[in-house]
């Protein structure tokens, strides 16, 4: 894609270093939940797979030993640098791109399956919904995207009440510490549920299921119909 001068720069959010990156998603990716949802979701041996903020490669690394053919993506080079390590020491290869979900490099329908955790929440909602159409795009006809993120499950009726209780739930339960949730809330950009859904579906997605198991947190199955379904 051309630079554009109006173009969102998804680097202007990049700042981690190696210390940060090895702990930013310890709370969530183990072995044995990666595993069960690349099981859910059927990853066959041969399957192109793309996992879009791979972080540190767990998820990436199993669908690998799987027998995926996997392309590990993020936009952090620290991120990649500790996938390419959990790649070595489980003796799997991956291959490895420096992008974001606005600038990762594809060719149109060649994907058996794309998956993304928390990192559509780093886009604003106009960049959301054109991350989500490059996906399309991505992938196959008939071909499923999971995606994870932090939403907001309800609508705030009373903010200052809400935003607590949130952040009560983030820190108690996700072994964040407080500063981590409040400059979520304050600067990151996290939407609604039904907001995702929406665009979702607008882009052309079937949507297969959506679990809201907590306040700020959804998972979405999707599926691109074939030729002469419909969505």
Not at 12 to 26: E, F
Not at 82 to 100: C, N, Y
Not at 189 to 205: C, H, K, N, P
Not at 207 to 230: F, I
Request: hydrophobic share 45%; proline share 4%; charged share 25%.
């Amino acid at each position: 894609m051309l630079a554009r001068d109006w173009y969102y720069t998804q680097r202007r959010r990049l700042g981690l270093d190696s210390a940060v990156a090895s702990i930013y998603d310890r709370h969530d990716n183990s072995d044995v939940r990666t595993h069960a949802a690349l099981s859910m979701l059927g990853v066959q041996r041969g399957w192109k797979v793309a996992d879009i903020g791979c972080g540190n490669g767990v998820l990436a690394v199993e669908a690998a030993l799987m027998g995926a053919d996997v392309d590990a993506i993020d936009i952090s080079p620290a991120m990649l640098a500790l996938a390419k390590i959990q790649a070595s020491d489980r003796k799997v290869a991956l291959r490895t791109q420096p992008a974001g979900l606005l600038s990762f490099a594809y060719k149109p329908n060649s994907y058996d399956l794309i998956v993304s955790e928390f990192a559509l929440h780093h886009l604003p909602d106009f960049w959301k919904a054109v991350a989500l159409a490059r996906i399309y795009a991505a992938l196959k006809p008939g071909a499923n995207f999971y995606l994870r993120d932090i939403v907001f499950v309800s609508m705030p009726d009373g903010v200052d009440r809400d935003v607590e209780a949130w952040a009560d739930f983030s820190i108690k339960n996700h072994d964040f510490d407080r500063d981590s949730v409040v400059t979520h809330m304050r600067d990151e950009y996290s939407t609604f549920g039904w907001v995702i859904e929406r665009m979702l579906t607008d882009v052309g997605f079937t949507l297969v299921s959506a679990d809201y198991h907590a306040p700020l947190h959804g998972t979405y199955l999707l599926r691109k119909p074939k030729p002469g379904e419909q969505g």
